[in-house]
């Protein structure tokens, strides 16, 4: 189970870019300088590989814990970067999710983490959504507010 979690994982970055595909979305969005440093601040997960590797052979039962606190803990900068209070939350709640199934039913986490992550991944794709509404309605209000002005 523990090689169907890791690679599964691993499955991730592909997924968001054949979806980003899909729905027509520059994933890298290379014009943007934010883009550079969300994807430095992504890419320091590669780092956690060895540790992930590591408690795969000794202590498998471990992955999805610290896999969950790992990846919470890494969305900690996009709050700064991207000004949200959605990130906040996921990465509080991630974390605080991950502690507490981990610590609790640490017998049940490969089934239990998983679905509470999908729970706070949920809340924070909608928080974003409408954070990224209420940015666009900025925008757009000071786009209309320069070519009055011109």
């Known amino acids: 189970m523990v090689w169907v979690y890791l690679f599964g994982i691993g499955l991730v970055l592909p997924l968001g870019i054949l979806v980003s595909k899909v729905v ?3 994933f890298l ?3 943007n300088p934010l883009s550079t440093i969300g ?3 992504g890419g320091i997960q590669i780092f956690f590989a060895p540790i992930i590797i590591l408690i795969a052979y000794q202590q ?7 896999v969950g606190v790992l990846t919470g803990a890494h969305f900690l ?8 209070k959605g990130y906040i939350f996921q990465t509080v709640a991630t974390v605080l999710a991950a502690s507490v199934i981990g610590f609790g039913w640490m017998n ?10 999908i729970i706070v991944y949920s809340i924070t794709l909608v928080w974003l959504m ?3 509404k209420v940015v666009k309605e900025k925008w757009t209000a000071a786009e209309k507010e320069n070519s009055i002005t011109m």
Request: glycine share 2%; no cysteine.
């Open 60 to 66: 498998p039962d471990w992955i999805p814990f610290v």
């Open 130 to 132: 409408k954070e990224a």
């Open 24 to 26: 027509h979305v520059n």
């Open 39 to 41: 994807g430095l601040v």
């Open 108 to 117: 049940q986490a490969y089934l239990l983490i998983p679905f509470s992550l």
């Open 29 to 31: 969005a290379t014009h």
């Open 77 to 84: 900068p996009y709050v700064a970067i991207y000004k949200s």
